[in-house]
């Protein structure tokens, strides 16, 4: 089975910055891409960013100039730098990646994958 692990939330306070790492374990033969998506409860999950296996990416209007997504296919992780963050920007952040993957004996499918989500708290 796949797994991501997520690490690298926290506290800061408005301007400040955090990186968001995810790391995916696993038999995985493909990156298609990941990315991140954010949630604030009683709210629906909203996309943050993407990067696809080749690099491409692309982010919400919310937070263009302020984060930058890194991908490492090789090593199946994705980064989220945060900069110049904002209390509208505290929610769980949760890892999201399409992989091709084993999930048993001669089973190799492309799945969508999600991790257990990491707050991230912007506040004075």
């Known amino acids: 089975q796949v797994q991501l692990v997520e690490s690298g939330g926290g506290l800061v306070q408005p301007g400040g910055s955090l990186k968001l790492s995810c790391a995916a374990s696993?038999?995985?033969?493909?990156?298609?891409?990941m990315g991140w998506y954010r949630q604030v409860p009683g709210k629906q999950r909203e996309f943050v960013a993407q990067?696809?296996?080749?690099?491409?990416?692309n982010y919400d209007d919310s937070v263009k100039g302020r984060f930058t997504i890194s991908i490492d296919s090789a090593k199946k992780t994705v980064d989220l730098q945060m900069n110049a963050l904002q209390p509208a920007d505290t929610a769980v952040y949760f890892c999201?990646?399409?992989?091709?993957?084993?999930?048993?004996?001669?089973?190799?499918?492309?799945?969508?994958?999600w991790g257990q989500g990491t707050l991230v708290t912007v506040s004075s």
């Open positions: 999201n990646a399409q992989l091709e993957a084993s999930l048993g004996s001669h089973d190799i499918r492309v799945s969508e994958w």
């Open positions: 990067a696809t296996g080749s690099g491409t990416t």
């Open positions: 696993g038999i995985i033969f493909r990156v298609d891409h």
